[in-house]
């Protein structure tokens, strides 16, 4: 064939390759475009593809088609994403992602939910739905930041814009181009042009999988089925994979003679195929992409001229070309199906216009939302807005044409069911390359929830800063980083006495040189320690003491928490101020008051004790009064009448009545007999005598064995002239012995019991009585033989310790029990210098205090017939008690720290030290004591120096005495 007749021959198919060419260029322009758009938004979009196994379960999910946003949600690119599977790409949270999305692409029905990134820390608003089965498109949208997200959502928008109108481009433009399938017709006619232009009829063209790299075969002639099985996805390294390496053509012109072949497999289904010469020529685009190669294998050894070489080059370009623009045309298709898909199943309102206005396209969920189909109309959405909205939505649609600008306004629309919501409205111009307007695309996105939430919002920064500006307490924020309050509550000048501007100007750090020097290290190490603690205990609450403007310290209690960026490093210090100044001074008082109190309990109990002490002395003596009265008075006149009685007995035994004065006689004799004995059991007589105590006990352990039959033994280890015991002395051991016996008998479950009497030194006896019963553990013990309970011991312990005496105590369980008495012969006086009697003024203060709830008042006035005066009338009240009288200041103050009265009833004008000055002492000392001025003047200058001094009232003495009733009842109340 002549190259005329092959020119002509091709025109045809030039033309074609030309208007494919062109057509392919504008397409790849517009498929660069929509990728930009596509790449240029925030939500992440991904197509996910369904793996099914075996029986039907989803077992994993494979992207197909993801945005960048998508990738870097995931922390990597899109094209290592699309193609790798979930479980590859998420191990870790995978089967969330399968087992939500699955039933998305299944049932159809689509899904949101929110999702924690684990890659990125953000949350994600996620929308699923499914554009076809076995298919989930996900759209994901960055919540993290949800009340700030007017700006995001409207970046958002115009992306989503930039996008639409790239699908809507891609969608035009896929109607023109021929499917992948339908490119074989002209691949063959590649192949037989080639085939004939070299002189041979057998050859195959390859395509480049994307998956693999690898080649395979698409068309080929006049090649064998064990060729073709070798071949199918097996290049042939010699010729094939070398030009593939290489990217260049390779010739081999016989087969036999190359290298790379001998021995091998492909050499032998070569030959067997009858071929001796291999032509491999690259398919590579414009930019320099593999897509194939075209091959002419030759019956016998072939070197091809350079004119055939040349229109092989051509061939291999046009093919090529072709490769590539139906490749494109395949990936815009699937990519234009996706974003219909994507548009129709969106949450937003998604609708173009054309440059006039007039909408030309809405989305499936446009259309459901009113119920209106819009392509086609300019105004017709105007009447579903709201009345109110009309006309600047519609101004600002013109505007926006008018102009050119991006139109963006937010608005009420009418839904079907008649309800008006917020809608953000936004549509950007599309323009041509010489800068006309081609296209408005839209959007309509729902920001009711937004909007009521940012009213609610507003609302409650208004409540919370009501709450700042009206509270008590001093609410601050100090920035770490430059060291200065951030904010101060109003409250802060009551405080301090410095108003927020002032202190707001100042740094942190000088008011902290405003805290007392003696708490300002304290508070340093514990502001310092909050960022050593762990997350989430960063709080401290710390009291110091702040200098006021006045000068004066207060009590600050400093509730603060440390506030940290995301890597953990101080950002702010956030708290409240308390002013404790009046706590702080109520609890010095109360603790005060604590002490004093302690002091007087402690001495009560010093004072308690020693009256049950006296009080079993004076027991003890008054049963002996009893038993020498029983003694000395009763039984002797009982004796005497018995005597009288037997006497007229006697001279009445000649009568015949004799007999009658028996049972008289008996009756006595049994009176004279109980005498006796509750005279020694009230107080033995032996028990005074001059060694009589081991007689006592003697008989005391005899009425023990015949009473509770306890045998007792006792045993005097004492000196022949043993020195004597005090009567005192005698009563208590007596005592302490007999509860101990009693204890034995009740606890100690033994029939035996020892009383051992010695003395250790010359001016000491000791008593010892031991068992040999259970016994008991002293250390379980310790704190019942402390009670009053415990035993008795209690009680035995206190009375000697009265007398300078002490109790030992030894004994284990199974191991009896032994406790040792031991008591000066004679007892140590009383710590207040009394043996008996009056515990003294004082004593009788605290007994009338603890027992009698009347008011104790004491009377001060230099007056005696005053003071007389006062004692009938407050004696005639009955919840009046007048401890005493004193006639001047002296004497009213020792009166007043002797007695300790509820009231002092203070005359002014007293010799020596007057009312005033006795009032300063004794309330200064006695703060419980209150104090009622008395005066015969109504003068307000003397009441307010008596109340200056610290008196509570000021009463008359000429006044009505229901007004003084008035004044010590008033402070009794309180």
Same mark, same amino acid.
Request: aromatic share 6%; net charge negative; with cysteine.
């Given at each position: 064939?002549?190259?005329?007749?092959?020119?002509?021959?091709?025109?045809?198919?030039?033309?074609?390759?030309?208007?494919?060419?062109?057509?392919?260029?504008?397409?790849?322009?517009?498929?660069?475009?929509?990728?930009?758009?596509?790449?240029?938004?925030?939500?992440?979009?991904?197509?996910?593809? $369904?793996?099914?196994?075996?029986?039907?379960?989803?077992?994993?999910?494979?992207?197909?088609?993801?945005?960048?946003?998508?990738?870097?949600?995931?922390?990597?690119?899109?094209?290592?994403?699309?193609?790798?599977?979930?479980?590859?790409?998420?191990?870790?949270?995978?089967?969330?992602?399968?087992?939500?999305?699955?039933?998305?692409?299944?049932?159809?029905?689509?899904?949101?939910?929110?999702?924690?990134?684990?890659?990125?820390?953000?949350?994600?608003?996620?929308?699923?739905?499914?554009?076809?089965?076995? !298919?989930?498109?996900?759209?994901?949208?960055?919540?993290?930041?949800?009340?700030?997200?007017?700006?995001?959502?409207?970046?958002?928008?115009?992306?989503?814009?930039?996008?639409?109108?790239?699908?809507?481009?891609?969608?035009?433009?896929?109607?023109?181009?021929?499917?992948?399938?339908?490119?074989?017709?002209?691949?063959?006619?590649?192949?037989?042009? %080639? %085939?004939?232009?070299?002189?041979?009829?057998?050859?195959?063209?390859?395509?480049?999988?994307?998956?693999?790299?690898?080649?395979?075969?698409?068309?080929?002639?006049?090649?064998?089925?064990?060729?073709?099985?070798?071949?199918?996805?097996?290049?042939?390294?010699?010729?094939?994979?070398?030009?593939?390496?290489?990217?260049?053509?390779?010739?081999?012109?016989?087969?036999?003679?190359?290298?790379?072949?001998?021995?091998?497999?492909?050499?032998?289904?070569?030959?067997?195929?009858?071929?001796?010469?291999?032509?491999?020529?690259?398919?590579?685009?414009?930019?320099?992409?593999?897509?194939?190669?075209?091959?002419?294998?030759?019956?016998?050894?072939?070197?091809?001229?350079?004119?055939?070489?040349?229109?092989?080059?051509?061939?291999?370009?046009?093919?090529?070309?072709?490769?590539?623009?139906?490749?494109?045309?395949?990936?815009?298709?699937?990519?234009?199906?996706?974003?219909?898909?994507?548009?129709?199943?969106?949450?937003?309102?998604?609708?173009?216009?054309?440059?006039?206005?007039?909408?030309?396209?809405?989305?499936?969920?446009?259309?459901?939302?009113?119920?209106?189909?819009?392509?086609?109309?300019?105004?017709?959405?105007?009447?579903?807005?709201?009345?109110?909205?009309?006309?600047?939505?519609?101004?600002?649609?013109?505007?926006?044409?008018?102009?050119?600008?991006?139109?963006?306004?937010?608005?009420?629309?009418?839904?079907?069911?008649?309800?008006?919501?917020?809608?953000?409205?936004?549509?950007?111009?599309?323009?041509?390359?010489?800068?006309?307007?081609?296209?408005?695309?839209?959007?309509?996105?729902? &920001?009711?929830?937004?909007?009521?939430?940012?009213?609610?919002?507003?609302?409650?920064?208004?409540?919370?800063?009501?709450?700042?500006?009206?509270?008590?307490?001093?609410?601050?924020?100090?920035?770490?980083?430059?060291?200065?309050?951030?904010?101060?509550?109003?409250?802060?000048?009551?405080?301090?006495?410095?108003?927020?501007?002032?202190?707001?100007?100042?740094?942190?750090?000088?008011?902290?040189?405003?805290?007392?020097?003696?708490?300002?290290?304290?508070?340093?190490?514990?502001?310092?320690? !909050?960022?050593?603690?762990?997350?989430?205990?960063?709080?401290?609450? &710390?009291?110091?003491?702040?200098?006021?403007?006045?000068?004066?310290?207060?009590?600050?209690?400093?509730?603060?928490?440390?506030?940290?960026?995301?890597?953990?490093?101080?950002?702010?210090?956030?708290?409240?101020?308390?002013?404790?100044?009046?706590?702080?001074?109520?609890?010095?008082?109360?603790?005060?008051?604590?002490?004093?109190?302690?002091?007087?309990?402690?001495?009560?109990?010093?004072?308690?004790?020693?009256? %049950?002490?006296?009080?079993?002395?004076?027991?003890?003596?008054?049963?002996?009064?009893?038993?020498?009265?029983?003694?000395?008075?009763?039984?002797?006149?009982?004796?005497?009448?018995?005597?009288?009685?037997?006497?007229?007995?006697?001279?009445?035994?000649?009568?015949?009545?004799?007999?009658?004065?028996?049972?008289?006689?008996?009756?006595?004799?049994?009176?004279?007999?109980?005498?006796?004995?509750?005279?020694?059991? !009230?107080?033995?007589?032996?028990?005074?005598?001059?060694?009589?105590?081991?007689?006592?006990?003697?008989?005391?352990?005899?009425?023990?064995?015949?009473?509770?039959?306890?045998?007792?033994?006792?045993?005097?280890?004492?000196?022949?002239?043993?020195?004597?015991?005090?009567?005192?002395?005698? &009563?208590?051991?007596?005592?302490?012995?007999?509860?101990?016996?009693?204890?034995?008998?009740?606890?100690?479950?033994?029939?035996?019991?020892?009383?051992?009497?010695?003395?250790?030194?010359?001016?000491?006896?000791?008593?010892?009585?031991?068992?040999?019963?259970?016994?008991?553990?002293?250390?379980?013990?310790?704190?019942?033989?402390?009670?009053?309970?415990?035993?008795?011991?209690?009680?035995?312990?206190?009375?000697?310790?009265?007398?300078?005496?002490?109790?030992?105590?030894?004994?284990?369980?199974?191991?009896?029990?032994?406790?040792?008495? $031991?008591?000066?012969?004679?007892?140590?006086?009383?710590?207040?210098?009394?043996?008996?009697?009056?515990?003294?003024?004082?004593?009788?203060?605290?007994?009338?205090?603890?027992?009698?709830?009347?008011?104790?008042?004491?009377?001060?006035?230099?007056?005696?017939?005053?003071?007389?005066?006062?004692?009938?009338?407050?004696?005639?009240?009955?919840?009046?008690?007048?401890?005493?009288?004193?006639?001047?200041?002296?004497?009213?103050?020792?009166?007043?720290?002797?007695?300790?009265?509820?009231?002092?009833?203070?005359?002014?004008?007293?010799?020596?030290?007057?009312?005033?000055?006795?009032?300063?002492?004794?309330?200064?000392?006695?703060?419980?004591?209150?104090? &009622?001025?008395?005066?015969?003047?109504?003068?307000?200058?003397?009441?307010?120096?008596?109340?200056?001094?610290?008196?509570?009232?000021?009463?008359?003495?000429?006044?009505?005495?229901?007004?003084?009733?008035? %004044?010590?009842?008033?402070?009794?109340?309180?």
């Amino acid at each position: 064939m002549s190259p005329n007749l092959a020119t002509e021959h091709n025109t045809p198919l030039r033309r074609r390759v030309q208007a494919l060419t062109a057509e392919v260029t504008r397409l790849r322009q517009e498929i660069d475009d929509h990728r930009e758009l596509f790449a240029a938004m925030d939500e992440g979009f991904a197509l996910l593809e $369904v793996l099914l196994d075996a029986a039907g379960r989803p077992v994993d999910l494979r992207p197909i088609e993801v945005s960048h946003a998508f990738a870097a949600q995931l922390g990597a690119r899109p094209e290592a994403v699309v193609g790798r599977t979930l479980r590859q790409l998420l191990p870790g949270i995978a089967p969330w992602w399968i087992e939500t999305l699955s039933p998305v692409a299944l049932s159809g029905q689509s899904a949101r939910v929110e999702h924690s990134g684990t890659i990125t820390g953000h949350h994600y608003d996620v929308h699923a739905w499914s554009p076809r089965p076995g !298919l989930c498109a996900v759209l994901t949208r960055d919540v993290t930041e949800q009340r700030r997200a007017e700006e995001q959502r409207r970046a958002s928008e115009r992306r989503l814009e930039q996008n639409l109108a790239g699908m809507t481009r891609l969608q035009t433009l896929s109607t023109q181009l021929l499917r992948v399938d339908e490119m074989e017709p002209l691949l063959y006619e590649i192949l037989a042009a %080639a %085939a004939e232009l070299t002189g041979t009829d057998r050859g195959n063209l390859q395509l480049v999988d994307a998956a693999t790299d690898k080649l395979y075969i698409v068309v080929h002639h006049g090649l064998s089925e064990r060729y073709v099985r070798r071949f199918a996805t097996q290049s042939c390294a010699a010729a094939c994979e070398a030009a593939q390496r290489s990217r260049q053509r390779v010739i081999i012109q016989d087969v036999r003679r190359e290298p790379a072949l001998q021995g091998t497999l492909d050499l032998e289904v070569l030959e067997g195929d009858g071929i001796r010469a291999i032509l491999s020529t690259p398919l590579i685009t414009r930019d320099g992409r593999l897509v194939g190669m075209l091959n002419s294998h030759f019956p016998t050894p072939y070197e091809p001229t350079e004119d055939a070489l040349r229109f092989v080059d051509l061939l291999a370009r046009m093919a090529a070309d072709l490769i590539e623009r139906a490749q494109a045309r395949d990936a815009l298709r699937a990519s234009e199906a996706r974003f219909r898909e994507l548009a129709d199943a969106m949450p937003q309102l998604v609708w173009t216009a054309q440059p006039d206005g007039t909408v030309d396209y809405c989305n499936r969920r446009h259309r459901e939302f009113d119920g209106l189909r819009r392509v086609g109309q300019r105004w017709e959405w105007l009447p579903m807005l709201h009345p109110d909205d009309v006309a600047a939505t519609a101004e600002a649609w013109q505007r926006a044409i008018a102009t050119g600008t991006t139109y963006q306004i937010e608005h009420r629309a009418r839904r079907t069911d008649g309800s008006y919501r917020w809608y953000l409205s936004r549509a950007v111009p599309a323009r041509d390359a010489e800068g006309r307007i081609h296209k408005w695309y839209g959007t309509t996105t729902d &920001i009711h929830d937004s909007k009521v939430a940012e009213r609610a919002r507003r609302e409650s920064e208004e409540r919370f800063r009501s709450v700042l500006e009206n509270s008590r307490d001093v609410i601050y924020r100090t920035n770490l980083h430059t060291g200065c309050y951030e904010y101060l509550s109003p409250s802060v000048k009551a405080l301090t006495g410095y108003t927020e501007e002032e202190l707001l100007a100042m740094p942190a750090a000088w008011t902290r040189q405003r805290i007392h020097p003696e708490d300002r290290p304290r508070v340093t190490r514990e502001m310092d320690a !909050l960022q050593h603690h762990p997350p989430g205990k960063r709080s401290a609450v &710390i009291e110091y003491r702040w200098r006021h403007r006045n000068g004066t310290y207060r009590w600050v209690s400093n509730s603060c928490t440390l506030l940290t960026d995301a890597h953990d490093r101080p950002l702010a210090l956030v708290g409240t101020l308390h002013d404790l100044t009046k706590r702080k001074k109520i609890e010095l008082r109360l603790q005060e008051l604590n002490e004093t109190l302690e002091q007087r309990v402690a001495e009560r109990t010093r004072q308690l004790r020693a009256l %049950a002490a006296e009080l079993v002395v004076a027991e003890e003596r008054e049963r002996r009064r009893l038993a020498q009265v029983l003694h000395d008075d009763l039984q002797q006149t009982l004796a005497a009448v018995a005597y009288r009685l037997e006497h007229l007995r006697m001279q009445a035994s000649l009568v015949k009545d004799s007999d009658a004065l028996e049972e008289p006689i008996a009756m006595l004799r049994e009176a004279m007999e109980t005498s006796r004995s509750l005279t020694t059991e !009230l107080s033995p007589a032996a028990l005074f005598d001059s060694g009589g105590f081991r007689v006592a006990l003697q008989g005391l352990g005899r009425r023990m064995e015949q009473q509770h039959g306890l045998r007792v033994v006792i045993r005097a280890n004492a000196p022949a002239e043993a020195p004597p015991i005090s009567d005192d002395v005698k &009563i208590l051991l007596y005592q302490s012995v007999r509860e101990l016996l009693f204890n034995v008998v009740k606890h100690a479950h033994t029939r035996e019991a020892t009383v051992s009497i010695d003395h250790p030194s010359e001016d000491t006896v000791e008593v010892v009585v031991a068992d040999s019963g259970q016994g008991f553990d002293v250390a379980q013990h310790t704190g019942a033989l402390r009670s009053a309970g415990g035993f008795g011991l209690f009680s035995i312990s206190e009375r000697l310790e009265y007398v300078g005496g002490s109790v030992r105590i030894e004994s284990a369980p199974g191991r009896g029990t032994r406790v040792a008495l $031991v008591a000066p012969l004679q007892p140590l006086p009383s710590s207040n210098g009394r043996r008996s009697g009056s515990a003294g003024p004082a004593l009788l203060a605290v007994e009338e205090r603890a027992s009698d709830a009347r008011t104790r008042i004491l009377l001060a006035d230099d007056h005696a017939i005053i003071r007389k005066g006062l004692l009938r009338l407050l004696e005639d009240q009955p919840d009046f008690v007048v401890l005493g009288e004193a006639e001047d200041g002296h004497a009213a103050v020792a009166l007043a720290q002797e007695l300790l009265p509820d009231v002092v009833l203070m005359d002014l004008a007293m010799p020596g030290m007057d009312g005033i000055e006795a009032t300063q002492r004794i309330t200064a000392t006695l703060p419980g004591v209150r104090v &009622i001025g008395l005066s015969m003047y109504d003068d307000p200058e003397k009441e307010r120096l008596m109340r200056q001094a610290g008196a509570e009232a000021y009463v008359t003495k000429g006044g009505p005495p229901e007004a003084l009733f008035a %004044a010590i009842r008033a402070g009794s109340r309180e």
